[in-house]
């Protein structure tokens, strides 16, 4: 029992645990009651949604409106919330209202899912967490219901309220509007889009970002407070200049909205491939151009410690400082006045670069089983490894081996980076080997 208590480290705890609700959210999901036709969804199909949802994805192979009962909906809103929180952060939720408490191998649990560096004030910062998340969701499932009150009857919309608001503040990006749809149908509507984006950006912002916003009320936050809320305000404003500018004569996305509706797309388009997966106008349309931009955007991602995936962007701007560094010949990376260590960079590579070569192995894959554009599989990998949830459309009609590459690819996005990082961060036990420096010698670069 030591011996397994040993090998069950918190990443393989995290890891394993994804993995377990996969594929309970998978078997539920081929339950007759699961699906419209009382038939349930095939395996393959099942692991799939099972998959997107816990790693708050979005891809479908099937339209979750037109598919799925009212159960099978639940459920994967319900994988949707485990998946956003996390697992371990939602099991905690239950032992709250249990009043059990928490041990300490459960605190180095959390610490690991909210890629934290001590476990002192874990618990307190759950506590937030859970909070935060809840209040925000609510707030959005009721400004959401009122609009679409005018649209549907009260009960369908506060289910689509809810379920929306969810889906939107958890970066998930599943929507009930219909064969594959999204929410096109809503393209020039302030309220619709203005709610489903504050909800993408403060998902994506992270719950540690959150809790400081609201601990300090903007006085005197982190310096990573500070960067998350600059790069990503850069990214969106430079995003949906891109897409304004490209797209404005494109007669099959922003050609024939109006000027203000040009914008608030443009906008829209440029939140969701921050990890979230909505769209307003169709994707498929899109110039390479625009989609090259976007494919930019969703391997950056969301922020550390949040709901969405990618690379994150602290990572992005540790990888940026650093080439600026050894442009400048300068021998530290240095970030309004701080220097950042040397294992923060060491591990923004590490994971930019695991990244890219998993991306790289997945659309070769792609390339071979998918007879498929390039570009569009790009896209899709892309997607997939940000856990975005944006498509070309060609998610539908992928074989059962770019199904299972598409499968591995979200979930390692979900859980590989976080994993990564801590792994790295790690110390070793091995004394003596750390302690051994060997001799310099250098090799040609460039």
């Given at each position: ?190 309220v619709t889009n203005i709610t489903i984006m504050l909800l993408i950006i403060c998902g994506g912002l992270g719950f540690i970002v959150l809790a400081d916003l609201l ?165 899709e990998v892309t997607s997939a490894f940000g856990t975005v949830g944006l498509s070309m459309g060609i998610t539908p009609t992928l074989s059962s081996v770019g199904k ?43």
């Open positions: 029992m030591n011996s397994i208590g040993k090998l069950m480290t918190p990443s393989r705890v995290l890891v394993l645990g994804f993995a377990m609700a996969i594929l309970f959210g998978a078997l539920l999901l081929t339950l007759p009651q699961a699906t419209q036709d009382g038939l349930g969804l095939p395996f393959l199909n099942a692991v799939f949604t099972a998959t997107s949802a816990v790693c708050v994805t979005g891809l479908v192979v099937v339209d979750t409106a037109t598919t799925f009962t009212i159960f099978g909906q639940g459920i994967i809103l319900l994988l949707i919330q485990v998946g956003g929180l996390g697992f371990m952060t939602f099991a905690t939720l239950f032992a709250f209202i249990l009043g059990k408490k928490i041990t300490f191998k459960e605190r180095l649990l959390l610490q690991e899912a909210l890629n934290q560096v001590s476990v002192e004030g874990i618990v307190r910062l759950v506590k937030s967490v859970i909070q935060i998340s809840f209040a925000i969701e609510a707030i959005g499932a009721l400004i959401l219901t009122i609009r679409w009150s005018f649209d549907f009857s009260w009960s369908k919309a506060l289910y689509l309220g809810i379920f929306h608001s969810i889906s939107a503040f958890n970066n998930a990006g599943f929507d009930l509007f219909g064969d594959f749809s999204s929410l096109t149908a809503y393209v020039g509507d302030p601990a300090n009320k903007g006085k005197t936050i982190k310096l990573h407070t500070k960067i998350v809320l600059q790069v990503s305000g850069t990214l969106i404003l430079v995003g949906a200049a891109l897409i304004f500018i490209i797209e404005f004569a494109n007669p099959k996305t922003l050609g024939p909205l109006p000027i203000g509706t040009k914008v608030l797309a443009a906008f829209f388009q440029s939140v969701s491939p921050r990890t979230a997966g909505f769209n307003t106008i169709n994707i498929a349309g899109m110039y390479d151009t625009t989609l090259l931009s976007m494919i930019v955007l969703m391997f950056i991602g969301a922020s550390s410690g949040s709901t969405g995936g990618g690379i994150k962007t602290t990572t992005f701007i540790a990888i940026i400082l650093s080439v600026l560094s050894t442009y400048r010949n300068q021998p530290h990376v240095v970030l309004k006045e701080r220097t950042l260590p040397k294992d923060v960079i060491q591990k923004a590579w590490a994971i930019t670069t695991s990244a890219a070569f998993l991306i790289f192995i997945v659309i070769s894959i792609l390339s071979l089983t998918e007879r498929v554009d390039l570009l569009a599989i790009l896209f299972m590459a598409i499968i591995l690819t979200m979930f390692i996005g979900r859980v590989g980076p976080l994993t990564l990082a801590f792994v790295l961060s790690q110390k070793r036990k091995n004394i003596r080997t750390a302690q051994i420096k060997y001799p310099d010698e250098r090799i040609m670069i460039g």
